[in-house]
């Protein structure tokens, strides 16, 4: 008897080792796997400061740059194609609400797109000839636009639009048969308006690059005229968001 009860003993306390050991080297439970995180969605909302670079082509009607030298001067209605490189500083402000993307952005770039063109032409009387030499160049482009788009992720499609004013340089050499040489020149600021459309894409939370194009009409008056100037500008930027 004293045996039986020896033995059962040793099995009650071999079963309650055992048994803590099973609870304490139990099966584990492995967790299940953390998905991997995507890139955080870009915010394209708060102030940026950037820069731009690219090239250009623009026409400027030519008949009053002639008219600066002589008033008697008669010119057809010529044009002096222009072209060139700009590059600037941009900063603006955004404000995105869902997908749409909304805010104003100003720029000033500064270059040259110029052109020149030689023609002659009647003058009073008729038995005159006056022959000029006429040059056009736009030194500075700046804009005030508001940009509204649609952002996909880190991409944002968008178009702008609003105000815009170059600096525009006319000059003009003419010499009449008699051999008289006159020259005159123009400097002054041309106001106008702009349009265009753009793509930007977030490389991080902060920086981003953009493609864009602008259209942009601008005139002024010379000698009661209107000059029209007409302009075609890509350009490539970078953008930083604080």
Request: proline fraction near 4%; charged fraction near 10%.
């Amino acid at each position: 008897m004293k045996r039986t009860v020896t033995a059962c003993l040793v099995l009650f306390s071999c079963g309650s080792a055992l048994g803590a050991d099973l609870l304490r080297h139990g099966p584990q439970i492995i967790p299940a796997p953390t998905p991997l995180s995507s890139a955080p969605v870009s915010t394209w909302s708060g102030f940026y400061v950037g820069a731009n670079a690219g090239a250009g082509r623009a026409s400027v009607g030519t008949q009053t740059l002639a008219e600066i030298v002589d008033p008697q001067f008669v010119a057809t209605k010529l044009y002096i194609d222009r072209s060139g490189a700009m590059a600037g500083l941009q900063v603006g402000y955004a404000l995105q609400s869902g997908p749409i993307v909304y805010g104003l952005e100003t720029d000033l770039g500064f270059g040259s797109l110029r052109g020149s063109r030689d023609l002659s032409s009647p003058a009073t009387p008729a038995t005159a000839t006056i022959n000029s030499t006429l040059k056009s160049t736009i030194t500075s482009l700046g804009t005030v636009r508001g940009r509204v788009g649609y952002a996909f992720d880190n991409f944002l499609l968008y178009g702008t639009g609003g105000f815009a004013m170059a600096y525009h340089e006319g000059k003009a050499v003419a010499t009449n048969a008699a051999g008289v040489t006159k020259a005159g020149a123009l400097r002054e600021w041309v106001p106008g308006w702009t349009l265009g459309v753009g793509g930007e894409y977030a490389l991080s939370t902060n920086v981003s690059v953009k493609m864009e194009y602008l259209y942009a009409r601008l005139s002024n008056t010379v000698l009661t005229q209107s000059v029209t100037h007409s302009m075609n500008m890509l350009r490539a930027g970078v953008n930083y968001r604080l």
